[in-house]
Protein backbone atom coordinates (compact mmCIF):
# COMPACT_ATOMS: atom_id res chain seq x y z
CA UNK A 1 0.00 0.00 0.00
CA UNK A 2 2.94 2.43 0.61
CA UNK A 3 4.52 1.38 -2.66
CA UNK A 4 0.99 2.40 -4.19
CA UNK A 5 0.10 5.93 -2.30
CA UNK A 6 4.20 7.00 -3.13
CA UNK A 7 3.80 6.43 -6.79
CA UNK A 8 0.32 8.29 -6.51
CA UNK A 9 2.60 10.81 -5.22
CA UNK A 10 4.82 10.45 -8.12
CA UNK A 11 2.48 11.05 -10.89
CA UNK A 12 0.76 13.77 -9.33
CA UNK A 13 4.39 15.89 -8.85
CA UNK A 14 5.18 14.68 -12.21
CA UNK A 15 1.68 16.05 -13.69
CA UNK A 16 2.48 19.52 -12.02
CA UNK A 17 6.46 19.64 -12.93
CA UNK A 18 4.56 19.74 -16.72
CA UNK A 19 1.93 22.46 -15.61
CA UNK A 20 -0.75 20.23 -14.80
CA UNK A 21 -2.16 17.42 -16.86
CA UNK A 22 -4.40 18.82 -18.91
CA UNK A 23 -1.13 20.98 -20.43
CA UNK A 24 0.48 18.29 -20.31
CA UNK A 25 -1.98 16.76 -22.86
CA UNK A 26 -1.82 20.05 -25.35
CA UNK A 27 2.03 19.85 -25.15
CA UNK A 28 2.12 16.11 -26.76
CA UNK A 29 -0.64 16.73 -29.36
CA UNK A 30 0.53 20.02 -30.09
CA UNK A 31 1.66 18.40 -33.98
CA UNK A 32 -1.69 18.13 -34.52
CA UNK A 33 -2.52 21.83 -34.64
CA UNK A 34 -1.37 23.30 -37.89
CA UNK A 35 -0.37 26.75 -38.94
CA UNK A 36 -0.29 28.09 -42.18
CA UNK A 37 1.15 32.10 -43.46
CA UNK A 38 -0.85 33.31 -46.92
CA UNK A 39 1.28 33.92 -48.91
CA UNK A 40 4.38 31.69 -48.88
CA UNK A 41 7.11 32.97 -49.33
CA UNK A 42 6.27 36.53 -48.00
CA UNK A 43 6.01 39.15 -50.55
CA UNK A 44 7.02 43.02 -50.23
CA UNK A 45 4.54 45.50 -51.34
CA UNK A 46 5.81 49.09 -51.03
CA UNK A 47 8.07 48.72 -48.61
CA UNK A 48 5.84 46.09 -46.24
CA UNK A 49 5.19 42.71 -45.72
CA UNK A 50 1.09 42.11 -45.47
CA UNK A 51 0.97 38.54 -44.09
CA UNK A 52 -2.39 36.54 -43.27
CA UNK A 53 -1.52 34.07 -40.56
CA UNK A 54 -3.73 31.08 -39.76
CA UNK A 55 -4.06 28.30 -37.09
CA UNK A 56 -6.45 25.28 -36.89
CA UNK A 57 -6.89 23.26 -33.72
CA UNK A 58 -8.23 20.10 -33.83
CA UNK A 59 -11.11 19.47 -31.48
CA UNK A 60 -10.27 18.02 -27.69
CA UNK A 61 -7.53 19.56 -27.94
CA UNK A 62 -7.61 23.63 -26.25
CA UNK A 63 -8.10 23.45 -22.49
CA UNK A 64 -10.88 25.26 -21.67
CA UNK A 65 -8.96 27.37 -19.11
CA UNK A 66 -5.60 27.55 -21.14
CA UNK A 67 -4.47 30.64 -22.94
CA UNK A 68 -2.22 30.46 -25.74
CA UNK A 69 0.20 33.25 -27.02
CA UNK A 70 1.37 32.95 -31.03
CA UNK A 71 4.40 35.23 -31.44
CA UNK A 72 5.75 34.91 -35.49
CA UNK A 73 9.06 35.83 -36.02
CA UNK A 74 11.31 36.72 -38.80
CA UNK A 75 14.54 34.92 -38.43
CA UNK A 76 17.27 36.56 -41.26
CA UNK A 77 20.00 34.64 -41.95
CA UNK A 78 22.40 36.67 -39.99
CA UNK A 79 20.78 36.08 -37.09
CA UNK A 80 18.42 38.72 -36.40
CA UNK A 81 15.20 38.00 -35.25
CA UNK A 82 12.22 40.41 -34.85
CA UNK A 83 8.71 39.54 -33.39
CA UNK A 84 5.60 40.20 -34.56
CA UNK A 85 2.53 41.41 -32.46
CA UNK A 86 2.00 38.12 -30.67
CA UNK A 87 -1.65 36.28 -31.07
CA UNK A 88 -3.76 35.68 -28.37
CA UNK A 89 -5.94 32.66 -27.92
CA UNK A 90 -8.10 31.23 -25.58
CA UNK A 91 -9.91 28.79 -23.99
CA UNK A 92 -13.88 29.17 -23.46
CA UNK A 93 -13.35 29.24 -19.80
CA UNK A 94 -9.97 31.24 -19.86
CA UNK A 95 -10.11 35.00 -18.64
CA UNK A 96 -8.74 38.13 -20.41
CA UNK A 97 -8.97 38.89 -24.96
CA UNK A 98 -8.03 36.73 -27.36
CA UNK A 99 -9.48 34.29 -29.65
CA UNK A 100 -11.89 31.76 -28.02
CA UNK A 101 -11.11 28.35 -29.38
CA UNK A 102 -13.72 25.48 -28.27
CA UNK A 103 -12.81 22.20 -26.31
CA UNK A 104 -14.95 20.34 -27.61
CA UNK A 105 -15.17 21.33 -31.53
CA UNK A 106 -11.92 22.49 -31.77
CA UNK A 107 -11.57 26.15 -33.91
CA UNK A 108 -9.57 28.66 -36.28
CA UNK A 109 -7.64 31.72 -35.81
CA UNK A 110 -6.67 34.00 -39.09
CA UNK A 111 -5.20 37.10 -37.75
CA UNK A 112 -4.01 39.76 -40.55
CA UNK A 113 -0.57 41.64 -39.74
CA UNK A 114 2.08 44.13 -41.70
CA UNK A 115 5.85 43.92 -41.88
CA UNK A 116 7.96 46.58 -42.33
CA UNK A 117 10.91 44.90 -44.94
CA UNK A 118 14.17 45.88 -44.12
CA UNK A 119 17.39 44.98 -46.32
CA UNK A 120 18.71 41.42 -45.09
CA UNK A 121 14.97 39.79 -45.11
CA UNK A 122 14.97 38.62 -48.69
CA UNK A 123 16.51 35.12 -46.96
CA UNK A 124 14.77 35.07 -43.71
CA UNK A 125 12.57 32.63 -42.61
CA UNK A 126 9.19 33.07 -40.26
CA UNK A 127 8.82 30.95 -37.41
CA UNK A 128 5.78 30.74 -34.89
CA UNK A 129 6.80 30.70 -31.33
CA UNK A 130 3.51 29.29 -29.31
CA UNK A 131 3.65 28.94 -25.50
CA UNK A 132 0.65 27.75 -23.44
CA UNK A 133 -0.61 28.78 -19.68
CA UNK A 134 -2.71 26.81 -17.43
CA UNK A 135 -3.43 28.40 -14.06
CA UNK A 136 -0.39 29.44 -12.93
CA UNK A 137 1.84 26.75 -15.17
CA UNK A 138 3.28 27.84 -18.84
CA UNK A 139 4.88 25.68 -21.30
CA UNK A 140 7.21 26.54 -24.50
CA UNK A 141 5.82 24.62 -27.09
CA UNK A 142 7.79 23.33 -30.50
CA UNK A 143 8.80 26.34 -33.06
CA UNK A 144 6.54 25.94 -35.97
CA UNK A 145 8.20 26.94 -39.36
CA UNK A 146 5.49 29.39 -41.75
CA UNK A 147 7.18 30.15 -44.60
CA UNK A 148 10.97 30.51 -46.12
CA UNK A 149 12.38 33.77 -47.69
CA UNK A 150 10.41 36.72 -48.64
CA UNK A 151 9.72 37.93 -52.57
CA UNK A 152 11.15 41.35 -53.33
CA UNK A 153 9.68 41.48 -56.64
CA UNK A 154 6.71 43.99 -56.70
CA UNK A 155 9.21 46.50 -55.51
CA UNK A 156 11.93 46.23 -57.77
CA UNK A 157 10.14 49.34 -59.94
CA UNK A 158 12.90 50.70 -62.20
CA UNK A 159 13.47 54.36 -62.64
CA UNK A 160 16.85 54.41 -64.84
CA UNK A 161 16.21 57.47 -67.06
CA UNK A 162 17.90 57.74 -70.13
CA UNK A 163 18.70 61.31 -72.16
CA UNK A 164 15.94 62.52 -75.11
CA UNK A 165 17.78 64.72 -76.81
CA UNK A 166 15.40 66.18 -79.37
CA UNK A 167 11.74 67.10 -79.29
CA UNK A 168 8.88 64.89 -77.79
CA UNK A 169 7.03 66.05 -74.98
CA UNK A 170 5.53 63.15 -74.91
CA UNK A 171 8.60 60.63 -74.09
CA UNK A 172 5.89 58.37 -72.05
CA UNK A 173 8.58 57.04 -69.96
CA UNK A 174 10.79 58.11 -67.18
CA UNK A 175 13.24 60.20 -69.18
CA UNK A 176 15.33 63.06 -68.16
CA UNK A 177 13.80 65.64 -71.29
CA UNK A 178 16.35 68.17 -72.98
CA UNK A 179 15.12 71.33 -74.29
CA UNK A 180 14.63 71.55 -77.93
CA UNK A 181 17.96 73.78 -79.80
CA UNK A 182 15.22 74.97 -82.48
CA UNK A 183 17.94 74.69 -85.01
CA UNK A 184 16.24 74.58 -88.38
CA UNK A 185 19.48 75.15 -90.90
CA UNK A 186 20.10 77.60 -92.61
CA UNK A 187 16.99 80.30 -92.79
CA UNK A 188 15.24 81.87 -95.42
CA UNK A 189 16.18 85.74 -95.92
CA UNK A 190 14.33 88.51 -98.59
CA UNK A 191 14.28 91.34 -99.79
CA UNK A 192 11.84 93.42 -101.37
CA UNK A 193 11.30 96.71 -103.15
CA UNK A 194 8.60 98.21 -105.65
CA UNK A 195 8.27 100.54 -108.80
CA UNK A 196 5.69 102.71 -108.89
CA UNK A 197 3.40 104.29 -112.06
CA UNK A 198 1.32 106.97 -112.54
CA UNK A 199 -2.09 106.73 -113.27
CA UNK A 200 -3.54 104.91 -115.61
CA UNK A 201 -0.02 103.97 -117.17
CA UNK A 202 2.07 101.21 -116.99
CA UNK A 203 5.52 102.51 -118.39
CA UNK A 204 8.14 103.39 -116.24
CA UNK A 205 8.60 107.17 -114.70
CA UNK A 206 11.43 107.73 -112.14
CA UNK A 207 10.41 111.11 -111.71
CA UNK A 208 7.50 110.60 -110.17
CA UNK A 209 7.40 111.38 -106.31
CA UNK A 210 7.01 107.52 -105.27
CA UNK A 211 10.04 106.52 -107.17
CA UNK A 212 12.31 109.76 -106.02
CA UNK A 213 11.56 109.19 -102.54
CA UNK A 214 14.97 107.92 -100.62
CA UNK A 215 13.27 104.61 -99.06
CA UNK A 216 12.20 103.66 -102.54
CA UNK A 217 15.63 104.22 -104.37
CA UNK A 218 17.49 102.51 -101.76
CA UNK A 219 15.70 99.37 -101.68
CA UNK A 220 15.70 98.82 -105.37
CA UNK A 221 19.41 99.39 -105.29
CA UNK A 222 19.79 97.52 -102.72
CA UNK A 223 18.22 94.00 -104.53
CA UNK A 224 21.11 92.80 -106.82
CA UNK A 225 23.89 93.14 -104.25
CA UNK A 226 21.55 91.34 -102.39
CA UNK A 227 20.90 88.67 -104.81
CA UNK A 228 24.98 88.24 -105.42
CA UNK A 229 25.55 87.67 -101.47
CA UNK A 230 24.50 84.47 -101.66
CA UNK A 231 24.58 80.98 -103.94
CA UNK A 232 21.18 79.93 -103.63
CA UNK A 233 18.18 81.96 -105.07
CA UNK A 234 14.62 80.65 -103.90
CA UNK A 235 12.35 83.01 -105.06
CA UNK A 236 12.16 86.20 -107.11
CA UNK A 237 8.29 87.10 -107.41
CA UNK A 238 7.03 90.00 -109.08
CA UNK A 239 3.82 91.17 -108.63
CA UNK A 240 1.36 94.23 -110.51
CA UNK A 241 -0.94 96.09 -108.43
CA UNK A 242 -3.56 98.97 -109.69
CA UNK A 243 -5.23 101.29 -107.41
CA UNK A 244 -8.78 100.51 -107.10
CA UNK A 245 -10.42 103.83 -108.36
CA UNK A 246 -10.94 103.08 -112.30
CA UNK A 247 -12.43 100.60 -114.49
CA UNK A 248 -11.82 97.23 -113.42
CA UNK A 249 -11.13 95.42 -116.62
CA UNK A 250 -8.43 98.75 -117.51
CA UNK A 251 -6.95 98.22 -113.93
CA UNK A 252 -6.39 94.39 -114.05
CA UNK A 253 -4.60 94.78 -117.94
CA UNK A 254 -2.35 97.41 -115.95
CA UNK A 255 -1.24 95.81 -113.29
CA UNK A 256 -0.40 92.56 -115.69
CA UNK A 257 1.28 94.92 -118.17
CA UNK A 258 3.12 96.75 -114.57
CA UNK A 259 4.65 93.42 -113.51
CA UNK A 260 5.78 92.86 -116.66
CA UNK A 261 7.74 95.93 -116.81
CA UNK A 262 9.28 95.43 -113.82
CA UNK A 263 10.35 91.91 -114.94
CA UNK A 264 12.44 93.63 -117.93
CA UNK A 265 13.90 96.12 -115.64
CA UNK A 266 15.02 93.28 -113.17
CA UNK A 267 16.77 91.43 -115.63
CA UNK A 268 18.47 94.81 -117.27
CA UNK A 269 19.31 95.54 -114.16
CA UNK A 270 20.86 92.19 -112.82
CA UNK A 271 22.48 91.27 -116.34
CA UNK A 272 24.51 94.67 -115.66
CA UNK A 273 25.01 94.68 -112.21
CA UNK A 274 26.26 90.84 -112.71
CA UNK A 275 28.58 91.92 -116.03
CA UNK A 276 30.08 95.24 -113.49
CA UNK A 277 31.10 92.65 -110.70
CA UNK A 278 32.58 90.34 -113.31
CA UNK A 279 34.61 93.25 -114.78
CA UNK A 280 35.73 94.24 -111.00
CA UNK A 281 36.63 91.09 -109.64
CA UNK A 282 37.93 89.67 -113.35
CA UNK A 283 36.01 87.00 -113.68
CA UNK A 284 33.85 85.21 -116.24
CA UNK A 285 30.19 86.48 -115.53
CA UNK A 286 29.39 82.83 -116.26
CA UNK A 287 31.08 82.07 -112.47
CA UNK A 288 29.34 85.16 -111.36
CA UNK A 289 25.53 84.76 -112.66
CA UNK A 290 22.79 82.74 -110.87
CA UNK A 291 20.25 80.81 -112.96
CA UNK A 292 16.40 80.94 -111.58
CA UNK A 293 13.15 82.18 -112.59
CA UNK A 294 11.09 84.89 -112.10
CA UNK A 295 7.38 84.49 -111.53
CA UNK A 296 4.94 87.47 -112.57
CA UNK A 297 1.63 87.91 -110.79
CA UNK A 298 -1.83 89.98 -111.18
CA UNK A 299 -3.45 90.89 -108.80
CA UNK A 300 -5.37 93.49 -109.91
CA UNK A 301 -6.61 96.01 -107.99
CA UNK A 302 -5.72 96.22 -104.17
CA UNK A 303 -8.73 96.43 -101.98
CA UNK A 304 -6.83 95.30 -98.93
CA UNK A 305 -4.07 97.34 -99.60
CA UNK A 306 -6.33 100.35 -100.05
CA UNK A 307 -8.43 99.69 -96.36
CA UNK A 308 -4.67 99.33 -94.61
CA UNK A 309 -3.43 102.43 -95.75
CA UNK A 310 -6.96 104.33 -94.55
CA UNK A 311 -6.98 102.76 -91.27
CA UNK A 312 -3.04 103.54 -90.97
CA UNK A 313 -3.71 107.23 -91.94
CA UNK A 314 -4.58 110.14 -90.07
CA UNK A 315 -7.66 111.04 -92.09
CA UNK A 316 -10.66 112.02 -89.40
CA UNK A 317 -13.32 110.51 -90.86
CA UNK A 318 -10.82 106.56 -91.68
CA UNK A 319 -13.29 104.62 -89.81
CA UNK A 320 -16.77 105.53 -92.01
CA UNK A 321 -14.58 105.41 -95.10
CA UNK A 322 -13.95 101.96 -94.07
CA UNK A 323 -17.20 100.89 -93.38
CA UNK A 324 -18.37 102.55 -96.97
CA UNK A 325 -15.55 100.58 -98.90
CA UNK A 326 -16.93 97.42 -97.09
CA UNK A 327 -19.97 97.72 -97.59
CA UNK A 328 -20.49 98.26 -100.85
CA UNK A 329 -20.51 94.60 -102.70
CA UNK A 330 -20.70 95.94 -106.21
CA UNK A 331 -17.41 96.25 -107.67
CA UNK A 332 -18.49 99.81 -109.99
CA UNK A 333 -20.41 101.28 -106.60
CA UNK A 334 -17.23 100.95 -104.63
CA UNK A 335 -14.83 102.22 -107.76
CA UNK A 336 -17.78 105.17 -107.74
CA UNK A 337 -17.58 105.97 -103.93
CA UNK A 338 -13.56 105.88 -104.11
CA UNK A 339 -13.90 108.55 -106.62
CA UNK A 340 -16.06 110.59 -104.37
CA UNK A 341 -13.63 110.02 -101.68
CA UNK A 342 -11.31 111.64 -103.84
CA UNK A 343 -13.10 114.84 -104.08
CA UNK A 344 -13.64 115.22 -100.48
CA UNK A 345 -10.18 114.02 -99.28
CA UNK A 346 -6.76 115.07 -100.88
CA UNK A 347 -4.98 112.57 -98.76
CA UNK A 348 -6.05 109.79 -100.43
CA UNK A 349 -5.58 111.46 -103.68
CA UNK A 350 -2.12 112.30 -103.11
CA UNK A 351 -0.82 110.02 -100.34
CA UNK A 352 -3.04 106.83 -100.69
CA UNK A 353 -3.84 106.13 -103.87
CA UNK A 354 -0.46 106.51 -105.61
CA UNK A 355 1.26 104.02 -103.04
CA UNK A 356 -1.06 101.06 -105.01
CA UNK A 357 -0.04 102.12 -108.40
CA UNK A 358 3.13 99.51 -108.01
CA UNK A 359 5.32 96.32 -108.85
CA UNK A 360 6.07 94.76 -106.25
CA UNK A 361 9.18 92.49 -105.72
CA UNK A 362 10.53 90.28 -103.22
CA UNK A 363 13.43 88.00 -103.62
CA UNK A 364 14.06 85.03 -101.72
CA UNK A 365 17.43 83.77 -100.95
CA UNK A 366 18.68 80.74 -98.90
CA UNK A 367 21.71 81.50 -95.94
CA UNK A 368 24.84 79.23 -96.32
CA UNK A 369 24.24 76.35 -94.00
CA UNK A 370 27.20 74.96 -91.89
CA UNK A 371 27.43 71.21 -92.16
CA UNK A 372 26.83 69.41 -89.15
CA UNK A 373 30.68 68.82 -89.05
CA UNK A 374 31.47 72.35 -89.09
CA UNK A 375 28.54 73.54 -86.17
CA UNK A 376 30.45 70.86 -84.03
CA UNK A 377 33.53 72.12 -84.69
CA UNK A 378 32.93 75.21 -84.04
CA UNK A 379 30.87 74.81 -80.53
CA UNK A 380 33.44 72.93 -79.30
CA UNK A 381 36.20 75.14 -80.34
CA UNK A 382 34.70 78.11 -81.35
CA UNK A 383 31.23 78.67 -79.78
CA UNK A 384 31.32 82.30 -79.34
CA UNK A 385 30.74 82.24 -83.05
CA UNK A 386 27.29 80.27 -83.29
CA UNK A 387 23.78 81.76 -81.85
CA UNK A 388 22.38 80.01 -79.04
CA UNK A 389 20.47 77.55 -81.39
CA UNK A 390 23.42 76.77 -83.26
CA UNK A 391 25.50 75.98 -80.33
CA UNK A 392 22.82 74.02 -78.13
CA UNK A 393 22.10 71.83 -81.88
CA UNK A 394 26.14 71.58 -81.72
CA UNK A 395 26.07 69.60 -78.31
CA UNK A 396 23.74 66.85 -79.97
CA UNK A 397 26.30 66.28 -82.78
CA UNK A 398 28.82 64.99 -80.17
CA UNK A 399 28.18 61.43 -78.21
CA UNK A 400 30.61 61.90 -75.14
CA UNK A 401 28.91 62.74 -72.58
CA UNK A 402 32.10 64.88 -71.42
CA UNK A 403 32.45 67.04 -74.43
CA UNK A 404 28.65 67.32 -74.82
CA UNK A 405 28.95 68.45 -71.00
CA UNK A 406 31.82 71.42 -72.08
CA UNK A 407 29.28 72.50 -74.79
CA UNK A 408 26.63 73.43 -72.57
CA UNK A 409 28.72 74.89 -70.01
CA UNK A 410 29.86 76.98 -73.18
CA UNK A 411 26.00 77.74 -73.77
CA UNK A 412 25.60 78.99 -70.02
CA UNK A 413 28.64 81.20 -69.99
CA UNK A 414 27.59 82.44 -73.78
CA UNK A 415 23.91 82.81 -72.73
CA UNK A 416 22.84 82.85 -69.11
CA UNK A 417 19.57 83.95 -69.32
CA UNK A 418 18.99 80.84 -71.42
CA UNK A 419 17.41 78.49 -69.57
CA UNK A 420 17.82 75.36 -72.49
CA UNK A 421 21.62 75.50 -71.05
CA UNK A 422 21.25 74.67 -67.74
CA UNK A 423 18.58 71.92 -68.43
CA UNK A 424 20.58 70.48 -70.89
CA UNK A 425 23.69 70.79 -68.83
CA UNK A 426 21.33 69.01 -65.87
CA UNK A 427 20.34 65.95 -67.90
CA UNK A 428 24.29 65.40 -69.01
CA UNK A 429 25.23 65.59 -65.61
CA UNK A 430 22.34 63.08 -64.58
CA UNK A 431 24.04 60.84 -67.06
CA UNK A 432 26.97 61.38 -65.60
CA UNK A 433 25.89 60.01 -62.15
CA UNK A 434 26.11 63.89 -60.78
CA UNK A 435 22.76 63.67 -59.26
CA UNK A 436 23.02 66.98 -56.90
CA UNK A 437 25.08 68.59 -59.74
CA UNK A 438 21.91 67.97 -61.64
CA UNK A 439 19.48 69.75 -59.03
CA UNK A 440 21.02 72.65 -58.98
CA UNK A 441 21.11 73.25 -62.99
CA UNK A 442 17.35 72.09 -63.01
CA UNK A 443 16.66 74.43 -60.51
CA UNK A 444 18.49 77.21 -61.69
CA UNK A 445 16.65 76.89 -65.10
CA UNK A 446 13.30 76.65 -63.68
CA UNK A 447 14.34 79.81 -62.01
CA UNK A 448 14.60 80.99 -65.66
CA UNK A 449 11.33 79.80 -66.80
CA UNK A 450 9.06 78.55 -64.20
CA UNK A 451 6.69 77.39 -66.42
CA UNK A 452 9.10 74.52 -68.88
CA UNK A 453 7.70 71.06 -68.68
CA UNK A 454 10.35 69.68 -69.37
CA UNK A 455 12.77 71.28 -66.77
CA UNK A 456 9.89 70.29 -64.29
CA UNK A 457 9.68 66.78 -65.45
CA UNK A 458 13.61 66.34 -64.92
CA UNK A 459 13.06 68.23 -61.17
CA UNK A 460 10.63 65.71 -60.83
CA UNK A 461 12.96 62.86 -61.97
CA UNK A 462 15.17 63.52 -59.85
CA UNK A 463 13.20 63.84 -56.70
CA UNK A 464 11.71 60.19 -57.99
CA UNK A 465 15.37 59.15 -57.50
CA UNK A 466 16.05 60.87 -54.36
CA UNK A 467 12.72 58.46 -53.07
CA UNK A 468 10.59 61.77 -52.46
CA UNK A 469 8.11 60.61 -54.20
CA UNK A 470 5.37 63.94 -52.54
CA UNK A 471 7.70 66.56 -54.06
CA UNK A 472 8.34 64.15 -57.12
CA UNK A 473 4.47 64.04 -57.71
CA UNK A 474 3.82 67.85 -57.43
CA UNK A 475 6.82 68.27 -60.35
CA UNK A 476 5.85 65.39 -62.13
CA UNK A 477 1.84 67.20 -62.00
CA UNK A 478 3.34 71.15 -62.98
CA UNK A 479 4.88 69.21 -65.82
CA UNK A 480 1.70 67.78 -67.07
CA UNK A 481 -0.22 70.97 -67.06
CA UNK A 482 2.63 72.22 -69.07
CA UNK A 483 2.47 70.09 -71.80
CA UNK A 484 4.04 66.72 -70.63
CA UNK A 485 2.85 63.72 -70.14
CA UNK A 486 3.59 62.47 -66.79
CA UNK A 487 0.98 59.94 -66.68
CA UNK A 488 3.80 57.10 -66.47
CA UNK A 489 5.99 58.81 -63.96
CA UNK A 490 2.85 59.29 -61.72
CA UNK A 491 2.15 55.68 -62.30
CA UNK A 492 5.48 54.51 -60.96
CA UNK A 493 4.84 56.98 -57.44
CA UNK A 494 1.27 55.38 -57.40
CA UNK A 495 3.58 51.32 -57.88
CA UNK A 496 5.99 52.75 -55.16
CA UNK A 497 2.86 53.52 -53.18
CA UNK A 498 1.64 50.05 -53.71
CA UNK A 499 -1.58 51.93 -55.63
CA UNK A 500 -1.07 49.60 -58.30
CA UNK A 501 -4.88 49.57 -59.90
CA UNK A 502 -4.03 53.18 -60.11
CA UNK A 503 -0.76 52.92 -61.60
CA UNK A 504 -2.57 50.53 -64.58
CA UNK A 505 -4.80 53.23 -65.02
CA UNK A 506 -1.72 55.98 -65.54
CA UNK A 507 0.23 53.49 -67.50
CA UNK A 508 -2.35 52.14 -69.93
CA UNK A 509 -0.84 54.02 -73.18
CA UNK A 510 2.69 52.19 -72.50
CA UNK A 511 2.48 48.58 -73.94
CA UNK A 512 6.12 47.03 -74.19
CA UNK A 513 7.99 48.12 -70.75
CA UNK A 514 9.41 46.47 -67.64
CA UNK A 515 7.73 48.46 -65.46
CA UNK A 516 4.03 47.74 -67.02
CA UNK A 517 4.86 44.27 -66.76
CA UNK A 518 6.02 44.31 -63.16
CA UNK A 519 2.55 46.22 -62.48
CA UNK A 520 1.17 43.38 -64.10
CA UNK A 521 3.08 41.15 -61.88
CA UNK A 522 1.95 42.76 -58.81
CA UNK A 523 -1.48 42.19 -59.69
CA UNK A 524 -1.10 38.57 -60.54
CA UNK A 525 -2.12 38.99 -64.24
CA UNK A 526 1.14 36.92 -65.18
CA UNK A 527 -0.51 36.44 -69.26
CA UNK A 528 -0.41 40.07 -69.35
CA UNK A 529 3.39 40.68 -67.77
CA UNK A 530 4.23 37.94 -70.41
CA UNK A 531 2.63 40.03 -73.31
CA UNK A 532 4.14 43.77 -71.93
CA UNK A 533 8.38 41.96 -71.78
CA UNK A 534 8.23 39.94 -74.89
CA UNK A 535 7.35 43.12 -76.93
CA UNK A 536 9.88 44.68 -75.74
CA UNK A 537 12.60 44.96 -78.63
CA UNK A 538 15.28 45.48 -76.88
CA UNK A 539 15.66 43.24 -73.85
CA UNK A 540 17.64 43.96 -70.54
CA UNK A 541 18.63 41.72 -68.16
CA UNK A 542 16.01 42.97 -65.74
CA UNK A 543 13.41 42.64 -68.60
CA UNK A 544 14.74 38.34 -68.92
CA UNK A 545 15.07 38.27 -65.30
CA UNK A 546 11.43 39.45 -64.96
CA UNK A 547 10.38 36.58 -67.48
CA UNK A 548 11.86 34.44 -65.47
CA UNK A 549 9.94 35.19 -62.39
CA UNK A 550 6.96 35.07 -64.94
CA UNK A 551 8.03 31.23 -65.97
CA UNK A 552 8.38 30.45 -61.68
CA UNK A 553 4.78 32.34 -61.13
CA UNK A 554 3.45 30.21 -63.75
CA UNK A 555 5.20 26.55 -62.78
CA UNK A 556 6.73 26.72 -66.58
CA UNK A 557 10.47 25.74 -65.72
CA UNK A 558 12.01 25.96 -69.54
CA UNK A 559 10.71 29.82 -69.19
CA UNK A 560 11.75 30.68 -65.93
CA UNK A 561 15.42 28.88 -66.93
CA UNK A 562 15.91 30.34 -70.39
CA UNK A 563 15.46 33.86 -69.54
CA UNK A 564 17.49 33.44 -66.57
CA UNK A 565 20.24 32.51 -69.04
CA UNK A 566 19.85 35.31 -71.17
CA UNK A 567 19.53 37.87 -67.79
CA UNK A 568 22.85 36.07 -66.66
CA UNK A 569 24.23 36.70 -70.31
CA UNK A 570 23.74 40.17 -70.16
CA UNK A 571 24.49 40.75 -66.13
CA UNK A 572 26.35 37.96 -64.37
CA UNK A 573 25.64 39.51 -61.02
CA UNK A 574 21.81 38.84 -61.28
CA UNK A 575 23.45 34.98 -60.76
CA UNK A 576 24.08 35.95 -56.78
CA UNK A 577 20.47 37.12 -56.87
CA UNK A 578 18.78 34.47 -58.17
CA UNK A 579 20.47 32.00 -56.09
CA UNK A 580 18.61 33.13 -53.00
CA UNK A 581 15.54 34.67 -54.41
CA UNK A 582 12.40 33.11 -52.89
CA UNK A 583 10.57 33.46 -56.56
CA UNK A 584 12.62 30.14 -57.58
CA UNK A 585 12.42 28.17 -53.86
CA UNK A 586 8.87 25.91 -55.74
CA UNK A 587 10.84 25.16 -58.77
CA UNK A 588 14.77 24.84 -57.89
CA UNK A 589 14.53 21.14 -57.83
CA UNK A 590 13.19 21.23 -61.68
CA UNK A 591 15.93 19.76 -63.65
CA UNK A 592 16.27 22.76 -65.91
CA UNK A 593 16.62 25.36 -63.09
CA UNK A 594 19.03 23.48 -61.43
CA UNK A 595 21.44 23.10 -64.48
CA UNK A 596 21.02 27.16 -65.01
CA UNK A 597 21.96 27.95 -60.84
CA UNK A 598 24.38 25.32 -60.42
Known amino acids: MKTLKYMSIFLLGSCILVSCCGLNKMVKKQDLVSYSVNPDPVEVYAGKMPVEIKGTFPPKYFKKKAVMTFTPTVQTEGGQTVALAPITLKGEKAEGDGKVISYKNGGTFTVNQEIQFQPGYETSTMVGKPSVQLKAKQA ?7 SNGVVTTADRVSCNPSLQESGADKSGKTDLLMSDHNYKGPKNVEKTAAIYFELNQDNLNWNLA ?5 ASKEALKAIMPFISQYKTVKEVEIVGWASPEGELKRNSELASNRSKVAEKWFKGEYDKYIKAKAKKEKVKVSALKQDFKITTKDNGEDWDGFVSAISASNIKDKGQIINVIKSQSNP ?9 MIAMYDEIDNNILPGLRRAYMKVVCAEEAMTDAQIADYAANKPDTLNADEL ?7 KDLKAKSAIYESAIRLFPDDFRGYNNLGCVKMALAQKDEANKLFKKANELASNEGKVLNNLG ?8 YKAAADYFEQ ?4 GVDANYNLGIISMKAGDYKKASELMKSV ?3 YNVALNYVATKNYAAAKSALDCIEHKTAEDYYLLAVVGARTKDAALAANNLKEAFRLDSSLKARALKDAEFYKIKDEAAIRAILQ
Open 479 to 482: AAKN
Open 392 to 398: LYGATLV
Open 332 to 340: DQREQQIRN
Open 210 to 214: KNKEA
Open 140 to 146: DLNEVPL
Open 461 to 468: VVALMNED
Open 511 to 513: KCD
